[in-house]
């Protein structure tokens, strides 16, 4: 069993700062990328940024310059540093994982269940 547990969300004003974390446990042998994606009412989850199990990162244009995606492999958590957020990244956000449960190079995805986060105008 593998749970992916998300922290960190809340409500900022215009112009501030939060940072996620989400910290995958349980019966994990390694994970590969992982990725942050948001998700507002009656739309599509977007993918927001992702990191390689080497490092790499990759940004949605809409929070290039803004987000910073990183990771701990020691501990198997990834974090979202988000700074100048707008009203527009309202939304509920979810991290994602390629874990790997018996060596057998098999990954499957896992999602956490979702924090919140409102930017006030």
């Known amino acids: 069993q593998v749970q992916l547990v998300e922290s960190g969300g809340g409500l900022v004003r215009a112009g501030g700062s939060l940072r996620l974390s989400c910290a995958a446990s349980?019966?994990?042998?390694?994970?590969?990328?992982m990725a942050w994606y948001r998700q507002t009412p009656g739309k599509q989850r977007e993918l927001v940024a992702h990191?390689?199990?080497?490092?790499?990162?990759n940004y949605a244009d809409s929070v290039k310059g803004r987000f910073t995606i990183s990771r701990d492999n020691a501990k198997n958590t990834v974090y979202l540093q988000m700074n100048s957020l707008k009203p527009e990244d309202t939304a509920v956000f979810y991290c994602n994982a390629e874990i790997d449960t018996s060596g057998s190079e098999y990954w499957k995805n896992y999602w956490g269940q979702g924090t919140q986060v409102t930017v006030s105008s």
């Open positions: 990191i390689s199990s080497g490092g790499n990162t």
């Open positions: 349980g019966s994990i042998f390694s994970i590969n990328a």
